[in-house]
């Protein structure tokens, strides 16, 4: 554990970890959170705290205490093997102890910690138009609504270095490609959905405020079964989830949901083959897919040996206007 004290903020001291934190900052940080997250927060709070995420991912948690006690909290992750970019979140000040500029000087520090470590992109999302401007503030722009990415300065061209097209490579998503599901998901996409069963995620389409909470409900339900696509740069730029009907251990049947970035939409045949072979041997037995409308995506199922068996299963909105969503299933 490390600490400083903030210049600016007598009284106050700024400390922050990796992980896994002490028993002693670990329940104590533990506690502050899930008093005002609850238990289900956007990561796993105990687990990483524990540091069982550790050979996946990277975690910081930044906190501020006066008199022996939490008052403050922010955390961010990164990928075990790219410090490039984060997901930042977590963020709460005691209420008794807001409007004191806490949060923004705990939460500047924990950004120039994750640009030392050779940060470029720093993700959050909020619905909360007070702390949009206090994020504004440091660094962080809409995008197009509760989306907020920051770029290090100097490196606001990095993500069209990040998906430049290129090689690929697949493998089953770990939970530190957190930030890079996030920054694929928030690339614009004209496919509609990332995953039909927790919602549209391409904005294109829908304007969400969510970060961290676009891949957890995902790592959840996915139980393992996801496969990704890897750019030479470290980028995920494609994903199959496999929503199981099944348990963890007999799958059976999945739901899957194809979504490629648009700069490797060539690559997206091998993704989803190199997804159905790795589910199979996993134990799945049938596979299934809900398409709105008729775009790129349903093009690649159908050449696979997908067939729309159930043209008009429900109903999407989209603004103003609906999308009959068709059940698509594996000859």
């Not at 238990?39 to 022996?68: A, C, H």
């Not at 770029?151 to 998503?173: A, D, H, K, M, N």
Request: hydrophobic share 35%; glycine share 12%.
């Amino acid at each position: 554990m490390n600490k400083a004290q903030p210049s600016t903020k007598p009284g106050f001291s700024i400390h922050w970890s990796s992980c896994p934190l002490s028993d002693a900052d670990g329940s104590r940080a533990l506690w502050f959170l899930e008093g005002s997250f609850g238990v289900e927060s956007d990561i796993y709070l105990g687990p990483t705290m524990k540091g069982l995420y550790e050979d996946q991912s990277r975690n910081w948690f930044f906190w501020m205490e006066t008199e022996g006690k939490i008052v403050s909290i922010c955390w961010y992750l990164q990928p075990d093997d790219d410090p490039s970019l984060s997901c930042f979140g977590e963020v709460y000040t005691a209420p008794e102890y807001r409007g004191r500029g806490l949060t923004r000087e705990l939460n500047g520090f924990s950004i120039r910690h994750f640009e030392k470590s050779g940060g470029k992109l720093m993700m959050l999302a909020t619905g909360n138009p007070v702390a949009a401007k206090l994020y504004a503030s440091l660094g962080f722009e809409p995008h197009p609504e509760g989306f907020m990415p920051r770029f290090t300065p100097g490196c606001e061209g990095f993500l069209e270095f990040y998906f430049s097209p290129g090689e690929v490579t697949t493998r089953q998503v770990r939970y530190g490609d957190m930030p890079r599901v996030v920054a694929l998901l928030n690339e614009p996409n004209p496919w509609i959905s990332a995953c039909m069963s927790e919602g549209i995620f391409s904005p294109n389409w829908y304007r969400h405020n969510r970060c961290g909470s676009l891949f957890a409900p995902l790592w959840r339900r996915t139980k393992g079964l996801w496969m990704g696509m890897f750019a030479a740069s470290g980028a995920m730029v494609g994903s199959v989830t496999m929503d199981s009907v099944g348990s963890m251990d007999t799958p059976g049947h999945v739901i899957l949901d194809l979504f490629v970035h648009p700069a490797f939409i060539g690559d997206a045949p091998r993704l989803l083959r190199d997804a159905i072979s790795f589910a199979e041997d996993r134990g799945v037995t049938s596979f299934g897919a809900y398409i709105s409308g008729w775009d790129e995506k349903a093009g690649v199922l159908e050449r696979e040996g997908f067939e729309r068996v159930l043209p008009d299963a429900f109903e999407i909105y989209l603004g103003d206007t609906t999308q009959p969503v068709g059940y698509w299933r594996l000859g």
